[in-house]
């Protein structure tokens, strides 16, 4: 995809500029213009060619004062729209939240379990992860009865798959070559 450098450049930036005591507040900020971005008509008018740059600036400020948004959040946003490079704030919040966890030793996993997991049991994953990984884990939860039973924990693009849906799957496959 065209852009993917620059979008880099700008998250290694706002990295480097966000302080330890700031980034929940722009972290926030930020994820609700991605949302307003994405749902909405906003998008459309930022990317569009037709719509004149002085106005999108405008509309750019008038979201950042009647929000309050932190001065960071702000210069971003006018900065993609005044050099034309909205379209990639998107990849530029993504590589953000990569960037800052790296940069923190945040590691962020999503676990999918056929049923609603107890806390215990992701407080004791949590742990494990934690001493093999050393470092802050997080978990996101998805419940997907497919999965029929056991855990599936994913971390990016690696996969690490227990669950009884992928055994029963290894079973058939191993019937079906003959072993």
């Given at each position: 995809m065209?852009?993917?450098?620059?979008?880099?450049?700008?998250?290694?930036?706002?990295?480097a500029s966000v302080l330890d005591s700031e980034f929940e507040r722009i972290n926030s900020e930020l994820e609700s213009f991605l949302n307003a971005f994405q749902k909405t008509k906003l998008g459309e008018i930022l990317v569009s060619h037709f719509i004149p740059q002085r106005k999108k600036m405008e509309l750019v400020e008038e979201i950042a004062s009647r929000y309050r948004f932190h001065k960071k959040?702000?210069?971003?946003?006018?900065l993609l729209v005044e050099r034309r490079r909205i379209e990639l704030f998107p990849i530029i919040l993504q590589f953000f939240h990569q960037f800052w966890n790296a940069s923190?030793?945040?590691?962020?996993?999503?676990?999918?379990?056929?049923?609603?997991?107890?806390?215990?049991?992701?407080?004791?994953?949590?742990?494990?992860?934690?001493?093999?990984?050393k470092g802050e884990i997080r978990i996101d939860r998805e419940v997907d009865p497919s999965i029929i039973g056991g855990l599936i924990l994913k971390k990016g693009y690696v996969v690490y798959d227990g669950s009884i849906k992928k055994q029963l799957e290894l079973i058939k496959r191993k019937i079906i070559e003959g072993e």
């Open positions: 065209r852009g993917i450098g620059v979008a880099r450049r700008y998250a290694t930036a706002l990295v959040t702000r210069n971003l946003i006018s923190h030793n945040i590691h962020e996993f999503t676990m999918i379990s056929a049923v609603e997991v107890d806390e215990n049991v992701v407080n004791r994953i949590k742990d494990i992860l934690s001493r093999k990984m």
